[in-house]
């Protein structure tokens, strides 16, 4: 399973730390993913980073903003998120991928595992 965690209210140009811990399986071996789903939009996706945390990828949205990491040793993957806008307004979901080839980072249906999600609210 996997629970993220750190969202809250915060005011445009501020930051947050959100993380996704996961139980219940070791993904020290699995790339991992950040969505968001803002409301009445669909999914999109933000960011990811491959199991051993020596590749990362960005929307261009936030590219220079957030930042993607793992601990491994904690089963835990962060995203930080800086200089927030009104527009990141969404809930943000972590995913893990299970390594199968070719890793097509920024689709959904690539994920094997998803977390609850995190509601991160940006006031203008």
């Known amino acids: 399973q996997l629970q993220a965690s750190g969202g809250g209210v915060v005011q445009a140009g501020g930051s947050l730390r959100l993380s996704c811990a996961a139980s219940g399986r070791t993904f020290s071996s699995y790339n991992m993913g950040w969505f968001r789903q803002a409301p009445g939009k669909e999914r999109e996706f933000v960011a990811a980073?491959?199991?051993?945390?020596?590749?990362?990828y960005y929307s261009d949205s936030v590219k220079g903003r957030f930042t993607i990491s793992r601990d491994n040793a904690k089963n835990t993957v962060y995203l930080q998120i800086n200089s927030l806008k009104p527009e990141d307004t969404a809930v943000y979901y972590c995913?893990?991928?299970?390594?199968?080839?070719?890793?097509?980072?920024?689709?959904?249906?690539?994920?094997?595992?998803w977390g609850q999600g995190t509601l991160v609210t940006v006031s203008s």
């Open positions: 995913a893990a991928d299970r390594p199968n080839g070719s890793y097509y980072y920024a689709h959904s249906y690539e994920y094997d595992y």
């Open positions: 980073i491959t199991w051993s945390g020596g590749r990362t």
